[in-house]
């Protein structure tokens, strides 16, 4: 195919509006462009296109023929070879890409919110693109690296302290070695010193093991995350004691939903509707004393029918009522990872669609751009705690810690 020189801009228009086609702005466009790859490659050579002049530099030597996908459609450009040298046109393509970048931000977009590739496809065949593949639509959403680089890497230390974090870990599918393996995303979440949740941070890891957690809490603290006073998670593998290696003095609760399904598998199933009542009961006492009371009847209940229930409880009684240390305005957001059940829904409605992750910096980029995302409508919305409450749960912890060092120095004083 040749493309033109010269062209009378007005006749084409005429003929293009008195045709009337369907493909009007994609012929346009096609007509368009060619015409200034032509008349760039002329500028190039010296000289117009079959034309002899003294001042010519070079000569046009053919076409190589390269598609661009646009919003009206495939585009079949036509860029000008030249007999020395080349011609690329950086302002239009760039190298070994064909989609517009307009095209590309709508995919990625797409993407991020969930839509299927199957639908991408569908959408992208209405508009006269040809199919996309899942590795080119992840390729596409590498425009979202930098954003969420930038989210996953920020300081936290302005937006502290972090009295209150809660984290969890989500499994993923990932091909590596040509093998599909499973990873985890290990979440962590927290309530800022506004008052707001906050996504702290994600890391990808092979496996949920002590090594993981303990990384991924050292570069929470590297990023400047304090004043963490309760940390709220299951009983995952290595969790607790990389929370203790990290976070000298900060208290842990054990997620009360997960402990009651841990709890289920130890006990009898005609046994487990009693017991789960009792067991719910507990929380929903009014205060501290009543809590621990209620506990205690729970245990007697079970003591003699069924002792390794009762074992099972007792050995997790200090962890399933952490909660208790602060004020009962707090416990109901603080005494499981339930709050976060609505941004683990979220990121498997994201994740789901795409099923088998190519590598696991795609796992990065979606996930961490879902938690992005996530974060910003949190810092938008109602406060998750109120500053009032917050401020009393750091001065009744203060208030602890200067009372156990007077109890200590009193009878020193009280002797002397």
Known sequence: MTTPSIVDPAAV??????????????TLLHTMINTLLSAEADAVCGAEYGTPSPDRTNSRNGYR??????????????????RQGS????????RRKRSESAMITVVADAYLAGVSTRRMDKLVKTLGIHSLSKSQVSRMATDLDEHVTEFRTRPLSDAGPFTFVACDALTMKVREGGRVINTVVLVATG????????????????SETGAAWNMFFADLVARGLTGVQLITSDAHAGLVEAMRANFPGTSWQR?????????????????WPAVKAMLHSVYDQPDVAAVEAQFDRLLDYVGEKLPGVHDHLDAARADILAFTAFPKDVWQQIWSNNPNERLNKEI???TDVVG?????????????????EQSDEWAEGRRYLGLEVLARCRVRLITDNVAEEVAVELPLTLTA
């Open 348 to 350: 498997r409605r994201r």
């Open 87 to 94: 011609y690329f046109p950086d302002w239009l393509l760039e």
């Open 13 to 26: 228009l005429t003929q293009a509006l008195g045709d009337a086609s369907p493909d009007l702005m994609r």
């Open 191 to 206: 309530v800022n010193a506004d008052g707001h949740r906050e996504v702290l941070g994600m890391q990808v890891a092979t």
């Open 356 to 372: 088998i992750f190519p590598n696991r910096d795609a796992i990065t980029r979606l996930v961490g751009a879902v938690l992005a």
């Open 65 to 82: 023929a390269r598609e661009l996908d646009t919003r009206v459609g495939t585009i079949d450009v036509q860029i000008p070879k030249l």
């Open 255 to 271: 997620c009360r939903t997960h402990y009651a399904a841990n709890l289920m598998s130890a006990c009898p199933k005609q046994m």
